[in-house]
């Protein structure tokens, strides 16, 4: 079983930065792909990023594409999202998940079984 806590979300201004943190707890997380995943209201829930266990390689979403970074503290059982030129679009709660099935990155929710509670950005225009 694993344990997800998100934090850093909250409010800020078109143009602006936050870094999303995820701690994972409960055990070693260090095999497995770790993704950001959000949900705005009245939309399904999708992919942003992933991260491989070493770090060595990411994924993104075209729609944050070139604005953002994930990387990953397994010693700290942790991941980030740094997130910059902030549109309100990117408005919605902000989920880590982990995929604990030890393959090559996915973009899928289905394939991620442990979610975080999820943290809000709201971005003003």
């Known amino acids: 079983q694993v344990q997800l806590v998100e934090s850093g979300g909250g409010l800020v201004q078109a143009g602006g930065s936050l870094r999303l943190s995820c701690a994972a707890s409960?055990?070693?997380?260090?095999?497995?792909?770790m993704g950001w995943f959000r949900q705005a209201p009245g939309v399904e829930r999708e992919f942003v990023a992933a991260i491989n266990w070493s770090g060595s390689s990411t994924y993104y979403a075209d729609s944050v594409k070139g604005r953002s970074t994930i990387s990953r503290d397994n010693a700290k059982n942790t991941v980030y999202l740094q997130m910059n030129s902030l549109k309100p679009e990117d408005t919605a709660v902000y989920y880590c998940a982990v995929d604990s099935a030890v393959r090559v990155i996915t973009t899928r929710p289905k394939d991620y079984d442990y979610w975080g509670q999820g943290t809000q950005v709201t971005v003003s225009s």
């Open positions: 409960g055990r070693p997380f260090s095999p497995y792909v």
